[in-house]
């Protein structure tokens, strides 16, 4: 039963990593012969061999410890909670950051869009929505597209939008997930449609939010834990959001200085324990 589903896993992430037996046998230093008795159930595989396939079919550390546990092996990668102790120092790092980002707006999100951590400055996407959608915990993603959130002061939606939808389609199709394509049709529904012209931007598009001191345009950054060896932080993200333009840039640096110790909402405030 083992060697059966640790066969089939490898076979899955191969066809849905696209590469072929012999490709994979090279990225992972051994023989086709040996990646097809796997997939086969005919051969068991070693502990190494499965890091070295996870490794070589790019998953991530909570991916290869599933992989591990269907051929038999013990995970390799721990998962501590946010809280715990031992992840302080990185807790007080993470502050640092956002903190080192103002008067820019920054978040810290775990998988699907669940808000971890933000700096004072979010406090820009938190103004007119409803308060349903900042009951924690609170998830970034719907509420920049919900229309009872941010989707009424974006004044590109359409566009916008489709532009997050398809980037959350383009890692649904690398780790698929039945999860995350729920949720990705349930953000969908909430984005009109926007037929690709002449000035289509493709990847390139800033938000264009309307505030009370006019209209920002705002670029996202996006930074990864990428050598983190515990699941929990690997999976964190940072959102960094970038004036566009000194006349944005300008707008932010106001809005600080007038509200330099202004509360924010306690949803979005608190750590949310993962």
Same mark, same amino acid.
């Given at each position: 039963?083992?060697?059966?589903a640790?066969?089939?896993?490898?076979?899955?992430w191969?066809?849905?990593?696209?590469? =072929?037996?012999? @490709?994979?046998?090279? /990225?992972?230093?051994t023989?086709?012969?040996?990646?097809? +008795?796997? #997939? %086969? *159930?005919?051969?068991?595989?070693g502990?190494?061999?499965?890091?070295r396939?996870?490794?070589?079919?790019?998953? =991530?550390?909570? @991916?290869?410890?599933? /992989?591990?546990?269907a051929?038999?092996?013990a995970?390799? +990668?721990? #998962? %501590? *909670?946010?809280?715990?102790?031992?992840?302080?120092p990185?807790r007080?790092a993470?502050?640092?950051?956002?903190?080192?980002?103002?008067?820019?707006?920054?978040?810290?999100?775990a998988?699907?869009?669940?808000?971890?951590?933000?700096?004072d400055?979010?406090d820009?996407?938190?103004?007119?929505?409803?308060p349903?959608l900042l009951?924690p915990?609170?998830?970034?993603i719907?509420?920049?597209l919900?229309?009872?959130?941010?989707a009424?002061?974006?004044?590109?939606?359409?566009?916008?939008?489709r532009?997050?939808i398809?980037?959350?389609?383009?890692?649904?199709?690398?780790?698929?997930?039945?999860r995350l394509d729920?949720?990705?049709?349930?953000l969908?529904?909430?984005?009109?449609?926007?037929?690709?012209?002449p000035?289509?931007?493709?990847?390139?598009?800033p938000?264009?939010?309307?505030?009370?001191?006019?209209?920002?345009?705002?670029?996202t950054?996006?930074?990864?834990?990428?050598t983190a060896?515990?699941?929990?932080?690997?999976?964190?993200v940072?959102e960094?959001?970038?004036?566009?333009?000194q006349?944005?840039?300008?707008?932010l640096?106001r809005?600080?200085?007038?509200?330099?110790?202004?509360?924010?909402?306690?949803?979005l405030?608190?750590?949310?324990t993962?």
């Open positions: 039963m083992e060697q059966t640790v066969g089939a896993e490898v076979r899955r191969r066809r849905v990593r696209r590469v =072929s037996q012999l @490709e994979l046998a090279s /990225l992972a230093g023989t086709q012969r040996h990646v097809s +008795f796997i #997939e %086969s *159930g005919r051969s068991r595989p502990r190494e061999i499965v890091v396939l996870a490794e070589s079919l790019g998953l =991530s550390l909570r @991916e290869r410890n599933d /992989l591990l546990a051929a038999g092996y995970p390799v +990668f721990t #998962e %501590s *909670g946010f809280d715990e102790a031992g992840l302080e990185v007080r993470l502050e640092q950051i956002l903190h080192g980002h103002l008067p820019y707006p920054a978040i810290i999100v998988p699907y869009g669940r808000v971890v951590a933000v700096n400055a979010t820009l996407f938190t103004e007119d929505v409803s349903a009951e915990p609170v998830n970034l719907r509420l920049m919900h229309p009872d959130g941010l009424p002061r974006v004044a590109n939606m359409a566009e916008w939008g532009h997050v398809d980037n959350m389609r383009a890692r649904a199709r690398r780790s698929p997930d039945p729920e949720f990705v049709d349930e969908a529904g909430y984005v009109p449609a926007a037929p690709a012209g000035d289509h931007l493709g990847f390139a598009v938000m264009r939010l309307a505030s009370a001191d006019g209209e920002l345009r705002l670029i950054t996006l930074t990864s834990f990428a060896t515990d699941v929990t932080l690997a999976e964190l940072l960094a959001f970038l004036p566009a333009d006349a944005t840039a300008d707008v640096l809005r600080m200085a007038r509200s330099p110790a202004a509360p924010l909402t306690p949803a405030k608190r750590h949310v993962l």
